[in-house]
């Protein structure tokens, strides 16, 4: 059941003088914050952003989404997507210069896309905030802070910015990862990046990447992990203790399990491509007891099950989702997870039913 974007997406004040947007659920209204109320501040940083981003993993990508194939009615319907994301104060977009890899045949640049439809954008309306997101990948043939500089002067050139709000590790190097935190700290000093976050970090790894960041009096703001739901290995390795500990934000990919948790994939009806072979009819038919309870939850507060699992990650206080945005529609239906909580009884019931179903496999890195 996706939200619909429509001429009702709209500001208004309420009693409160908050500001507000409106969207339509299936006939009916949610409403969505965009206030102060609605912005975290990543980490240690100074950075503020939006509680809930978007991914644009899938923009140019035809590796892994898109049924391997990349033509214009896609482009514009990702273009859709972040014009609606940004007017819905979705105000987070996460990139990397690996999506949309120049490697892949009919592939275009995540970062190349981005960077036009922002100048886009901003062409008619100068003051829209966008905060950017890209990240570095620690390939083994890449070596020493250099490196890390090299890279993100070429992300700016494909986004077509001076300098962008976050950026991170991709993933923890097979080595040299000292030399890519000493890079990070580099580019800080030099105003290229207002914060830096990894992506990926072990406990370990990520306790030593926060003390040499301290060393040169630099916050680590961010790691971004794969979390949702039914995965929650963060909550089980220790990762998410030591951000609570250490005032580090969690920015959690595949927070609606790449489209598992929306309700839209039934044992009958699995995703097609490579997510096919992850979330198989076997593993749907475990999954549904807690997808028909998730719905019933969204029913008591007028939201589809996608606004309630992304709900369920925001309620964890420092915990910023981002949901990869294909659409118009998909985006306006992820801003419904703002502007209102899920009871305690409900996430603790949420995380107890959920705890029966075996996870899918995540990233392997996670545990290096």
């Not at 929306?262 to 992850?278: A, C, E, L, V």
Request: hydrophobic residues 40%.
């Amino acid at each position: 059941m996706a939200l619909h974007l429509s001429s009702a997406c709209f500001c208004t004040f309420s009693r409160n003088k908050i500001r507000t947007v409106k969207a339509v659920a299936s006939g009916q209204e949610s409403t969505v914050l965009k206030t102060d109320e609605e912005k975290l501040k990543l980490g240690g940083s100074e950075l503020k952003v939006s509680r809930l981003g978007i991914g644009a993993w899938s923009w140019g990508d035809t590796s892994y989404w898109n049924n391997f194939d990349w033509d214009d009615r896609k482009m514009k319907a990702a273009k859709a997507a972040f014009n609606a994301s940004v007017d819905c104060g979705i105000t987070l977009v996460d990139t990397a210069e690996v999506y949309g890899s120049r490697l892949a045949l009919g592939a275009e640049s995540s970062e190349t896309l981005l960077g036009r439809f922002i100048k886009e954008k901003k062409d008619k309306n100068p003051d829209i905030e966008v905060n950017v997101a890209t990240k570095y990948a620690a390939l083994p043939w890449r070596l020493g802070r250099q490196s890390v500089i090299s890279a993100l002067k070429d992300s700016l050139c494909r986004l077509g910015l001076s300098s962008v709000d976050l950026y991170q590790l991709h993933w923890p190097g097979v080595w040299g990862n000292e030399g890519y935190i000493d890079g990070l700290a580099d580019a800080v000093e030099q105003g290229l990046v207002k914060a830096v976050g990894v992506c990926n970090y072990s406990e370990k790894r990520l306790r030593d990447a926060y003390n040499q960041l301290q060393k040169r009096g630099i916050p680590l703001a961010s790691n971004q992990v794969n979390y949702s739901l039914i995965y929650r290995l963060p909550e089980e390795n220790g990762v998410k203790t030591a951000c609570e500990e250490l005032g580090i934000t969690i920015i959690a990919y595949s927070p609606i399990a790449q489209g598992a948790l929306t309700g839209k994939y039934t044992p009958d009806n699995p995703p097609s491509g490579p997510r096919g072979r992850i979330y198989t009819p076997e593993f749907l038919t475990k999954l549904q007891p807690l997808i028909n309870r998730i719905e019933e939850i969204g029913q008591n507060y007028n939201r589809t099950p996608t606004q309630v699992v992304l709900n369920w990650l925001i309620a964890q206080e420092n915990v910023v989702p981002i949901p990869g945005a294909r659409n118009a529609e998909q985006a306006t239906e992820f801003a419904g997870a703002l502007g209102w909580r899920l009871s305690a009884e409900e996430i603790d019931e949420l995380r107890s039913m959920a705890s029966e179903i075996k996870p899918v496999i995540g990233f392997p890195v996670e545990k290096f």
